[in-house]
């Protein structure tokens, strides 16, 4: 499946599930110091929440002093009115600094989450089958995984400290309000809450909704701009420049609209919650006001009635933004999940052993296989290669030989027979030490955006310098490289676009070489060249396929004359088998595929 068909549920269903993807990231088995960080924060939540309860009691004291209504209460305090009003700003000190002790004492567990989980979707993504990632989109995929990410730190925080400390202070405010005045009181407060927590849910659920639309088209406009400058080049020899931005301008305008809706529903969102919450407090403060008149309430108590119904407002306005947030984090980390929960096609068995290769002998027993069940690509293909030889598949397009080099590197598992090397079924062994034992040179060398050393030490990572530079000599790239300004170092531009086609497949065989696997796959490693690169790379492979077991998958059949064996593959079936000069004799489908080449080649060459 596609990422552009990854898509997340809105259903509570798809929340819950995340939030028990997300929870054990938040109290790991085996890690006691991340177990530490969280009660340690929830100790300073619940510090600051007390606090904060208690605060409005310090500002009433404050003002009935300075009034003259001062109770008993009060005045056992023995602080009196500058007292008081120090101790009131210290209380809000106290209770912001807990607060930001509190974040900081958790931020290194919300940060090895994000870690970890972007290292688990990374590790995943790399694991996915071959057939996931050519229908992939790139720009698409690196918008989910990049959003998903974002979203862990904030869920694991605000599931601790939003929703839990939410309710904590409200309840505490209800009972100050319920005991300390009357039951009317609580009735507003509980009654605005309610409705408030009702309409915020309401409209979140539909920007939600919105902000889907956005999202989805965000990564339809990414998508498309990483895209066209991939193939910056295309764009150029047809003159598309114009089209390009056309398409990109179509995907930016569908964002654009999901954007103006957004932003419309969350002025109307925040100004319905700002109704509610003072028509609460004004519900509460006539209340307070009409006990100030009739003498059972003083001052000091209208202002700490004032002072809670503002730190209620408070989390509550946070709650509107947390629970978009939180409704936002579920849907992005939702499309990572359903990324995470991808399987792989290709596994390993249960205790699969390491690939233990000897020789690299090859054997292709009757082999099927075909990327659609409806449309079978290799038909019953047995092949044997003995170590330390040369294999040649040839043939025309479409006719399985690039399918055979997959195989061999287990990108897809065969539908029916099986491929052995040294007796032992791919099937059987780990991925790892299969790919260890098989180098690859392929048609389109592709490089990674960084310097030459570091591509031809892909390779071999832990190689000295002198066995890199001896790699590049016998690719026959060391002088080039030494001749450039900055030698090692020359950074080679997005996929080697900085270095012309025959320097950059000496810089993929000079990372073969280093790898030095004993069995080499050459898919059609010259056939982008001209003639005279392609001949100064022939000889390269050729000394590089000395004492390897060697399949060739080529095009140009002077390049492959002097293998052991040839083989000439037609959709899907083996034809023909022998040397050159055997199938020569025969004069059949491979004399005529000779015959036509030289006759190009010399046409070219007049």
Not at 323 to 352: C, S, T, W
Not at 356 to 383: H, M, N, Q, T, W
Request: hydrophobic share 45%; charged share 20%.
């Amino acid at each position: 499946m596609s990422p552009s068909q990854i898509t997340s549920t809105d259903a509570p269903e798809g929340g819950v599930r995340t939030i028990r993807k997300v929870a054990p990231y938040l109290w790991p088995e085996g890690q006691s110091w991340v177990k530490q960080r969280v009660v340690l924060a929830m100790l300073l939540l619940v510090g600051s929440k007390i606090i904060s309860a208690f605060t409005p009691f310090i500002y009433k004291a404050a003002v009935d002093t300075l009034s003259g209504d001062a109770t008993d209460a009060a005045w056992m305090l023995g602080l009196g009115a500058v007292g008081l009003t120090v101790a009131y700003g210290m209380a809000r000190l106290m209770t912001n600094g807990f607060q930001q002790l509190r974040d900081a004492v958790f931020a290194r567990v919300g940060q090895r989450a994000l870690r970890q989980l972007a290292l688990e979707t990374f590790t995943h993504i790399h694991r996915l089958s071959m057939r996931y990632h050519i229908t992939r989109k790139t720009g698409g995929l690196s918008r989910i995984i990049e959003r998903g990410v974002k979203g862990v730190e904030f869920l694991l925080r605000f599931m601790l400290f939003s929703v839990g400390p939410l309710v904590l202070e409200l309840m505490l405010t209800a009972g100050v309000l319920f005991f300390y005045f009357d039951a009317n009181y609580l009735t507003i407060v509980v009654g605005t809450i309610a409705i408030y927590v009702w309409f915020t849910f309401k409209v979140t659920e539909w920007r939600v909704r919105i902000r889907k639309q956005m999202n989805d088209q965000d990564t339809d406009a990414n998508q498309k701009a990483i895209d066209s400058l991939l193939n910056f080049e295309t764009v150029k020899y047809f003159g598309a420049e114009k089209r390009e931005a056309d398409r990109y301008d179509v995907a930016m305008a569908g964002y654009e609209e999901a954007a103006l809706k957004t932003s419309y529903s969350l002025a109307f969102l925040n100004f319905g919650q700002a109704f509610l919450i003072t028509c609460g407090l004004v519900g509460v403060m006539v209340l307070a006001a009409i006990g100030v008149s009739d003498g059972s309430l003083t001052v000091g108590d209208f202002v700490m009635v004032n002072a809670y119904m503002i730190q209620i407002t408070m989390p509550l306005n946070f709650l509107g933004t947390v629970y978009r947030e939180i409704r936002q984090a579920l849907v992005d980390m939702g499309e990572m999940f359903d990324l995470l929960d991808q399987p792989a096609e290709v596994q390993n068995k249960p205790d699969a052993p390491a690939l233990k290769v000897p020789g690299g002998a090859l054997e292709f027993d009757d082999i099927l296989f075909g990327y659609d069940a409806a449309r079978p690509i290799l038909k019953g293909v047995s092949l044997k290669v003995p170590a330390g030889k040369t294999v040649a598949i040839v043939g025309p397009s479409g006719s399985g030989k690039s399918t055979i080099g997959r195989l061999m590197f287990r990108f897809y598992d065969v539908n029916d027979g099986a491929l052995r090397i040294d007796g032992q079924d791919v099937r059987d062994v780990t991925q790892d030490s299969l790919h260890d034992a098989i180098g690859v040179v392929p048609q389109d060398t592709v490089l990674f955006n960084d310097s030459i050393y570091y591509n031809v030490a892909y390779g071999r990572p832990e190689a000295t310098r002198a066995e890199v530079e001896a790699a590049a000599k016998a690719a026959r790239i060391h002088d080039f490289v030494v001749g450039l300004p900055e030698g090692y170092d020359t950074q080679v531009g997005e996929r080697g676009l900085k270095l012309s086609g025959g320097e950059k497949q000496r810089v993929g065989i000079a990372r073969t070489l280093l790898k030095n696997p004993p069995i080499l796959l050459l898919d059609e490693a010259t056939s982008a060249l001209d003639t005279e690169t392609e001949r100064d790379i022939q000889e390269s492979l050729k000394a590089m396929g000395k004492g390897r077991t060697v399949v060739t998958i080529a095009h140009r059949l002077s390049t492959i004359a002097d293998a052991d064996e040839i083989v000439v593959l037609e959709q899907g079936v083996i034809t023909e088998r022998g040397t050159h000069d055997d199938l020569l004799a025969k004069g059949a489908r491979y004399a005529s595929m000779w015959a036509r080449q030289a006759a190009e080649e010399g046409e070219a060459a007049a």
